[in-house]
């Protein structure tokens, strides 16, 4: 079968960092995706990690380690419009990607 | 450039209707996803088409359910006879051939409620 695990909830202030991590559990794995999506909009993509190690884009980072089936997606700098849900995802060969349940984030003044 | 083009929005609907929600892709993308989202399930494919072809449609419900995709640039999603626990967000996405796979476009869903 197939599983990914990340926290429900993680609660910030703004400036600070946090860090939302993703167990995964699956076969043929190919890669790992972030996506964020605000209450009441769409997902939309963040990051993706094909290989092992650290992808930087702007506040956010995306981590994977193959070997223990995790990843990491961190923000830095919080702000308050960052406030949202963030899903991993873990591409298939063969389908399409498996979303996790997401975790809310929520940063406050 | 025009995102992903849900329609409707909103429908409402009550238990035993019929329900086709439509989508719209990207120009040039070539694969198309369906979801559906709820508090308890989360985000869930559905099913997705590759070049306009059913790829994987394990995660259609039961047999209520079905989804064509007649050319690139329209696919639809019915539901015949709805129920009320089809109630939720259903989301379309489209991902391009020149990019990641992973990197999937949605578009702003249809929050179906069945009464």
């Known amino acids: 079968g197939q599983s990914l695990e990340q926290p429900s909830e993680v609660t910030a202030v703004e400036g600070a960092i946090v860090q939302i991590n993703c167990t995964y559990q699956?076969?043929?794995?190919?890669?790992l995706s972030w996506y964020q999506q605000h209450d009441g909009g769409a997902p939309t993509f963040l990051s993706y990690n094909g290989l092992d190690g650290l992808e930087e884009t702007g506040r956010f980072s995306s981590f994977l380690s193959r070997s223990d089936s995790y990843g990491y997606l961190l923000l830095q700098e919080l702000q308050m419009k960052d406030s949202a849900s963030y899903f991993c995802a873990v591409g298939q060969a063969g389908t399409a990607l498996i979303f996790g349940k997401g975790t809310t984030l929520s940063v406050s003044s | 450039d025009a995102g992903v083009i849900q329609s409707p929005r909103h429908e409402v609907t009550e238990m035993g209707q019929e329900v086709t929600l439509r989508c719209k892709p990207i120009s040039g993308h070539n694969s198309l996803f369906w979801y559906r989202q709820t508090m308890m399930r989360g985000l869930e494919l559905l099913i997705y088409f590759n070049n306009n072809v059913p790829i994987d449609d394990s995660g259609m419900p039961e047999d209520r359910f079905s989804a064509k995709m007649p050319n690139a640039s329209f696919s639809t999603l019915k539901i015949q006879p709805s129920e009320p626990r089809d109630s939720a967000v259903y989301f379309c996405a489209s991902s391009s051939p020149r990019g990641l796979r992973e990197t999937q476009y949605f578009g702003p869903g249809t929050r179906l409620l069945v009464l």
């Open positions: 699956t076969s043929g794995f190919y890669g």
